[in-house]
């Protein structure tokens, strides 16, 4: 019994090889290439783009994928001066970073949801509510059918594009108040509002868990689904940007992004992927 | 004509290129930094920090570095003071040998395990004690940085006031001295300047260090007037900051938030240089 019971298990770990290996199709169009792909930019790629680099460099040992951060802003500047040959942005260009001729890959959706504690019982909030919650005009959690707490407020620091999207699409770009506690990333945000019973923040809709809770707003559960079919609003768009069209071997990994393969990191690194127009 | 390698000629070549190397780096923060406090359009030298709002200002970060420091000081210099006294009464020779590896052990430890342990131990006291505030605040950061400047301190003081101790020991017990007596009226008041000195380099470490209050002082940019309240340093400052956009106003504060940091250490330095150079002048005079 005992030995087929082990005899059932390698069998189940058997058949989840089988799609890997059908999908393993979608590296094919790798043979024969080599070189180097230089990416840097917006650090909500990364996992994405390491997942993918590594499948890459395993299956075809002539290409070399570097993999860097710095952030929005570094990605469209270093891609401008040709310094590696995708930037990412967590936004779209401005204007004055498309002038260098660069060409935007949307391939990812991601959400950024408020999240509270899992003790609070507060279910559900309005766009009005967290705006005045961030203005400093509600300040304890009695004032919207919680208990008698004060609201303890958590934001993310200035290079987030967490915040970027929080601020300019649930708050409306109206400031916020300056006593709000600062983290320094999506985990550390995560780990503050599991541990505190009256702490508000938000977070990509990726990283949420049974730790938190993601009160609905505006009656919309802020779910991968409801991000995907536009329901729920406040997403951004995960970006690759080239100068220029993309050649080769580059051309070759941004298709692989788009590729089932491709959605499948995306989707393990808790984002929606997005098919290329 | 060549001239001969010597060990002098090795040696000034180090120094000269490691001082080249040091003034290279003090102009390439002047450099970047004053234009950024020379710009009245985002002005650095305001409170408000609203980069959304297009503010830039980064005096209230340079308050709660200040903030931090004297409030880290004055918990830690009291304590540091009172574990030097109490090392060198002769009858707890046992345990002040155990007291100092602690303390010696203690200045090793990373800054970054004291953070953790105080995220998971101290922040939530502060919370449920004080329901009002949600554990992140200049108080929990504070007393996290005495642990931070206690051992150089108390090791300052120590390094000072044993070889006094034993120099004067006969002497004060043959006059009738008791051991507290000795320690209160001769060790400890004269004592002042090394005092003084160990208070500067605790507070200079104090502003110097990043992720005690990266970690626990909640870094909100405000000026406040409780203990309870979120603040944010100029070393946390460039931590959150360092990952914007490179050339953007925000960006541009950190060279003005480095520069800021860097004068406050060589002030610092220059004050304790100052301090010793009198204390050898002074030990001299006493000799001849």
């Known amino acids: 019994m005992r030995l087929k019971s082990g005899f059932m298990r390698l069998l189940v770990c058997g058949l989840c090889f089988i799609p890997a290996i059908t999908q393993a199709s979608d590296l094919d169009s790798f043979k024969g290439l080599s070189g180097t792909i230089n990416i840097a930019g917006g650090t909500a790629h990364i996992p994405v783009m390491k997942q993918a680099a590594k499948a890459v460099?395993?299956?075809?040992?002539?290409?070399?994928?570097?993999?860097?951060?710095?952030?929005?802003?570094?990605?469209?500047?270093?891609?401008?001066?040709?310094?590696?040959?995708?930037?990412?942005?967590?936004?779209?260009?401005?204007?004055s970073e498309a002038k260098h001729g660069l060409v935007s890959f949307p391939f990812a959706i991601d959400g950024v949801a408020v999240i509270i504690n899992p003790a609070n019982p507060i279910h559900a909030l309005t766009q009005q509510q967290v705006a005045d919650i961030y203005a400093g005009k509600i300040t304890n959690w009695q004032s919207l059918g919680g208990d008698d707490r004060s609201i303890n407020i958590f934001t993310r620091d200035e290079a987030s594009g967490t915040r970027a999207v929080f601020v300019k699409k649930l708050l409306r770009n109206s400031p916020?108040?300056?006593?709000?506690?600062?983290?320094?990333?999506?985990?550390?945000?995560?780990?503050?509002?599991?541990?505190?019973?009256?702490?508000?923040?938000?977070?990509?809709?990726?990283?949420?868990?049974?730790?938190?809770?993601?009160?609905?707003?505006?009656?919309?559960?802020?779910?991968?689904?409801?991000?995907?079919?536009?329901?729920?609003?406040?997403?951004?768009?995960?970006?690759?940007?080239?100068?220029?069209?993309?050649?080769?071997?580059?051309?070759?990994?941004?298709?692989?992004?788009?590729?089932?393969?491709?959605?499948?990191?995306?989707r393990a690194s808790g984002y929606i992927p997005v098919s290329n127009q | 004509m060549t001239s001969p390698i010597t060990t002098e000629r090795v040696l000034l070549a180090l120094v000269s290129i490691v001082f080249a190397l040091m003034m290279l780096l003090f102009g390439f923060l002047f450099w970047f930094a004053l234009p950024v406090f020379f710009n009245t359009e985002t002005p650095v030298l305001s409170l408000i920090w609203q980069p959304e709002q297009g503010q830039y200002g980064i005096l209230s970060m340079i308050a709660g570095s200040g903030?931090?420091?004297?409030?880290?000081?004055?918990?830690?210099?009291?304590?540091?003071?009172?574990?030097?006294?109490?090392?060198?009464?002769?009858?707890?020779?046992?345990?002040?040998?155990?007291?100092?590896?602690?303390?010696?052990?203690?200045?090793?430890?990373p800054t970054v395990v004291y953070g953790l342990a105080a995220?998971?131990?101290?922040?939530?006291?502060?919370r449920e004690t004080f329901r009002s505030c949600s554990g992140f605040c200049l108080l929990a950061a504070a007393v996290m940085v005495v642990l931070l400047i206690l051992p150089v301190?108390?090791?300052?003081?120590?390094?000072?006031?044993?070889?006094?101790?034993?120099?004067?020991?006969?002497?004060?017990?043959?006059?009738?001295?008791?051991?507290?007596?000795?320690?209160?009226?001769?060790?400890?008041?004269?004592?002042?300047?090394?005092?003084?000195?160990?208070?500067?380099?605790?507070?200079?470490?104090?502003?110097?260090?990043?992720?005690?209050?990266?970690?626990?002082?909640?870094?909100?940019?405000?000026?406040?007037d409780s203990v309870f309240d979120s603040v944010r340093t100029l070393t946390a400052h460039i931590g959150l900051v360092l990952a914007t956009e490179n050339g953007s106003a925000a960006y541009n504060s950190l060279f003005a938030a480095g520069l800021l940091l860097l004068a406050m250490s060589v002030t610092v330095t220059l004050l304790i240089r100052k301090m010793e150079h009198a204390q050898f002048n002074a030990r001299r005079g006493d000799a001849e």
């Open chain 1, 57 to 95: 460099m395993k299956d075809n040992s002539e290409i070399r994928i570097t993999i860097a951060g710095g952030g929005s802003g570094v990605g469209a500047q270093q891609v401008a001066k040709g310094l590696v040959e995708i930037g990412n942005t967590g936004r779209p260009l401005k204007p």
């Open chain 1, 176 to 266: 916020m108040v300056n006593h709000a506690n600062v983290v320094p990333s999506n985990g550390a945000m995560k780990t503050a509002i599991a541990r505190d019973p009256g702490a508000l923040g938000y977070s990509s809709v990726g990283y949420i868990d049974n730790t938190v809770k993601a009160p609905a707003l505006d009656n919309v559960q802020p779910t991968n689904d409801a991000c995907a079919s536009g329901e729920y609003p406040i997403v951004r768009k995960l970006y690759m940007n080239t100068k220029g069209e993309p050649q080769e071997l580059v051309r070759e990994f941004i298709d692989f992004i788009y590729s089932p393969q491709g959605a499948e990191y995306i």
């Open chain 2, 67 to 109: 903030l931090i420091g004297l409030m880290a000081l004055t918990l830690a210099f009291p304590v540091a003071v009172g574990i030097t006294g109490f090392c060198l009464f002769s009858r707890y020779q046992n345990i002040a040998s155990w007291i100092r590896r602690m303390i010696r052990l203690m200045a090793g430890i």
């Open chain 2, 119 to 126: 995220v998971f131990l101290l922040v939530p006291l502060l």
């Open chain 2, 153 to 224: 301190m108390v090791m300052m003081l120590d390094t000072h006031c044993r070889p006094l101790e034993n120099q004067i020991r006969l002497a004060s017990a043959s006059m009738g001295f008791t051991d507290t007596q000795t320690v209160l009226y001769l060790v400890l008041p004269n004592s002042t300047k090394a005092m003084a000195t160990a208070a500067l380099l605790g507070f200079s470490r104090a502003i110097g260090d990043t992720i005690l209050p990266l970690m626990l002082a909640g870094n909100a940019p405000q000026l406040t």
